[in-house]
């Protein structure tokens, strides 16, 4: 699959990613081995950038437990008008904290 380059991070990623709002939202085992197997699928395809966000319920969770090499983008929403820059860059921290079981490097 094509790839590009990530802004200035030095990454490079696939032209195509995948979203997990609505899919990842898991109760259960069952439900977990089945979105193991969506993203066992699309890596084999070349997908390895996958948006995600702790509003989408166990998405972040689900993506980090495999141990996959992927791309996550996580979201937050922020209203700077109303949220402190300082309580936007814990909710930050807090997504990549292995306590999240989102496996950083």
Request: hydrophobic letters at 35%.
């Amino acid at each position: 699959m094509e790839e590009r380059d990530f802004g200035t991070t030095g990454l490079r990623v696939p032209v195509v990613g995948m979203g997990t709002w609505r899919t990842f939202d898991v109760y259960g085992k069952e439900e977990q081995a089945a979105r193991t197997g969506l993203v066992t699928h699309a890596l084999r395809l070349g997908v390895r950038f996958f948006d995600s966000s702790p509003m989408y319920g166990e998405a972040e969770r689900v993506l980090g437990d495999e141990g996959w090499d992927i791309v996550t983008v996580t979201l937050r929403k922020a209203d700077l008008q109303r949220v402190p820059e300082s309580r936007i860059h814990t909710a930050l921290e807090a997504s990549l904290n292995c306590e999240v079981h989102i496996r950083t490097e």
